[in-house]
């Protein structure tokens, strides 16, 4: 009985001590996470999320590698065509790279890749616009071609792939990066009319057949079903875009130079030269053979699409076959991360950056140029095209990027494209007039954009990395790009004008 008595006063005493507490933590009397009181008894803030400091990703050649082939069945994405509301797209430039090729080079005593470049709307990769694109560039003799162009093919057209030859990967690449400017330009911001004049559109490209079937693709995925007739496609006789102003005497010296760092920079890298001592021995090659047959270009083929690395097709001492003597997807990276660690050198050095500003500065002339007669609203300005396109190369693209001072952007990946905008704001719309023109005003009221590959790099380039883009105007006024051109490139050659930089005797 004494037990139970005491047992009855346990259960009571316990249920006491629990409803006192529940009733303290209620009346907050005594904290519930000792932890989160401490942190309390400061100054009551509003939350701010952490900022995450995290290190770049480290160098990756394979990772790399894929960002390189530019697959074209990824959706394409980009920020072309937006401004703040009622700022108005005056013109638009741009340059692209040629999409994806059959290699320039063979790498000796092995078979060449196995594709096929006579274009299937059957086969993968594949775009809408394919068959009618097909089609369409049976009707080019309607157009007006320079020089030695119309002698070109329009389409590729070999069972298996001529050396340089576009393959239908390079045609679907273009075909999406037009269709995709074309959701910008023409749909969003009726860029080019249905009854655009021959005056508005401009189109250059190289004499290569790469070059002139891209720029076809991706005017076609821009205005499918063009007009033949009011299409004019200029040539660039070289791949710098010089036109009339090639001659520069100090850019070959820069290029001479750079040329030779690279080759010191290469013979330097020890594991490069064990890689390419193994891959000759592989193949049955000389070292000096392998390397002079620029072996990269034709692996970064064979990676992109998917296809096994080359084996040898050499005999031996034994007069029997290497089977199975093959390169590796280790070969490969080795000689990919050699390519990485020079862009970084390449960057200390500057003596790229230098042969970047005399090479790219013709091409950026002629655009600057174009947009100031347009931003003036003159009338050479209403003779100028709304809309140019530069079909190039890697060796094009590389310097331009370079001397923008964009030499973070990486090396060009196939159908890269570079986009330069021209803007109107909204405050000087129809109220500006011809005395104000006259004095200057317009541009203080006309900015400019700078994409790449879809990312807005404008506050990257060298002209605007210091313009507030949080002021009232949060786009690069286009004086700035006028300045940079005319000027302020030269500034590291130590000269002031495109002329005395070319032309300056170095003792």
Same mark, same amino acid.
């Given at each position: 009985?004494?037990?139970?008595?005491?047992?009855?006063?346990?259960?009571?005493? =316990?249920?006491?001590?629990?409803?006192?507490?529940?009733?303290?933590?209620?009346?907050?009397?005594? @904290?519930?996470?000792?932890?989160?009181?401490?942190?309390?008894?400061?100054?009551?803030?509003?939350?701010?999320?952490?900022?995450?400091?995290?290190?770049? @990703?480290?160098?990756?050649?394979?990772?790399?590698?894929?960002?390189?082939?530019?697959?074209?069945?990824?959706?394409?994405?980009?920020?072309?065509?937006?401004?703040?509301?009622?700022?108005?797209?005056?013109?638009?430039?741009?340059?692209?790279?040629?999409?994806?090729?059959?290699?320039?080079?063979? /790498?000796?005593?092995?078979?060449?890749?196995? /594709?096929?470049? /006579?274009?299937? *709307?059957?086969?993968?990769?594949?775009?809408?616009?394919?068959?009618?694109?097909?089609?369409?560039?049976?009707?080019?003799?309607?157009?007006?071609? *320079?020089?030695?162009?119309?002698?070109? @093919?329009?389409?590729?057209?070999?069972?298996?792939?001529?050396?340089?030859?576009?393959?239908?990967?390079?045609?679907?690449?273009?075909?999406?990066?037009?269709?995709?400017?074309?959701?910008? %330009? /023409?749909?969003?911001?009726?860029?080019?009319?249905?009854?655009?004049?021959?005056?508005?559109?401009?189109?250059?490209?190289?004499?290569?057949?790469?070059?002139?079937?891209?720029?076809?693709? #991706?005017? #076609?995925?821009?205005?499918?079903?063009?007009?033949?007739?009011?299409?004019?496609? +200029?040539?660039?006789?070289?791949?710098?875009?010089?036109?009339?102003?090639?001659?520069?005497?100090? +850019?070959?010296? %820069?290029?001479?130079?750079?040329? +030779?760092?690279? %080759?010191?920079?290469?013979?330097?890298?020890?594991?490069?030269?064990?890689? %390419?001592?193994?891959? &000759?021995?592989?193949? =049955?090659? &000389?070292?000096?053979?392998?390397? &002079?047959?620029?072996p990269v270009d034709a692996l970064l083929c064979h990676f992109c699409h998917s296809l096994p690395f080359p084996c040898s097709t050499a005999q031996t001492t034994s007069n029997a076959l290497n089977e199975g003597a093959c390169l590796t997807l280790q070969h490969f990276a080795v000689i990919r991360r050699q390519q990485k660690d020079d862009e970084l050198e390449r960057r200390e050095a500057g003596l790229y950056r230098r042969y970047a500003v005399l090479a790219a500065h013709p091409y950026l002339n002629r655009t600057a140029t174009r947009m100031e007669r347009i931003a003036r609203g003159t009338r050479k300005g209403k003779e100028e095209a709304v809309f140019a396109l530069a079909s190039a190369h890697d060796v094009t693209m590389a310097p331009l990027l370079s001397a923008l001072g964009l030499e973070g952007a990486g090396f060009p990946k196939f159908a890269a494209r570079l986009v330069f905008e021209l803007w109107n704001g909204p405050e000087l719309k129809d109220k500006e007039t011809m005395s104000d023109k006259k004095r200057g005003k317009w541009m203080e009221n006309t900015f400019i954009r700078v994409l790449y590959n879809g990312e807005d790099l404008t506050f990257d380039t060298a002209f605007c990395r210091d313009h507030n883009r949080h002021s009232a105007q949060p786009l690069c006024p286009l004086g700035n790009f006028l300045s940079f051109v005319r000027k302020d490139m030269f500034n590291i050659v130590n000269a002031t004008s495109y002329r005395q930089a070319c032309h300056r005797i170095v003792l």
């Open positions: 009985m004494l037990a139970r008595s005491r047992f009855i006063l346990v259960l009571v005493v =316990g249920a006491l001590l629990a409803v006192l507490s529940f009733s303290l933590q209620y009346l907050h009397l005594i @904290p519930t996470n000792p932890v989160a009181e401490q942190r309390s008894l400061g100054k009551s803030r509003k939350r701010v999320n952490p900022v995450l400091h995290t290190d770049p @990703p480290a160098p990756d050649p394979i990772r790399d590698s894929h960002q390189y082939c530019n697959y074209p069945n990824l959706t394409e994405h980009g920020w072309e065509g937006h401004s703040p509301a009622d700022y108005r797209l005056l013109s638009v430039q741009v340059m692209i790279r040629h999409g994806d090729r059959f290699p320039l080079y063979s /790498i000796p005593k092995t078979k060449k890749p196995a /594709i096929d470049c /006579i274009l299937s *709307d059957k086969r993968k990769p594949s775009h809408p616009l394919l068959a009618s694109f097909i089609s369409h560039m049976a009707l080019g003799g309607r157009g007006h071609w *320079d020089a030695s162009l119309g002698s070109l @093919p329009r389409l590729p057209n070999h069972n298996t792939c001529e050396m340089g030859e576009l393959t239908q990967t390079g045609v679907v690449q273009h075909l999406k990066n037009g269709d995709h400017l074309r959701q910008a %330009y /023409i749909k969003r911001h009726n860029l080019l009319a249905a009854d655009w004049s021959p005056r508005q559109l401009w189109v250059e490209t190289t004499g290569k057949s790469r070059t002139l079937q891209s720029g076809l693709a #991706f005017l #076609f995925g821009f205005l499918p079903r063009f007009d033949w007739s009011r299409l004019t496609v +200029r040539q660039q006789w070289s791949t710098l875009f010089c036109g009339s102003s090639c001659d520069c005497p100090a +850019r070959n010296r %820069y290029l001479d130079q750079e040329q +030779r760092r690279q %080759y010191r920079q290469r013979t330097a890298d020890t594991e490069l030269e064990r890689t %390419y001592v193994t891959m &000759a021995k592989t193949l =049955g090659v &000389a070292t000096k053979t392998l390397r &002079a047959a620029n």
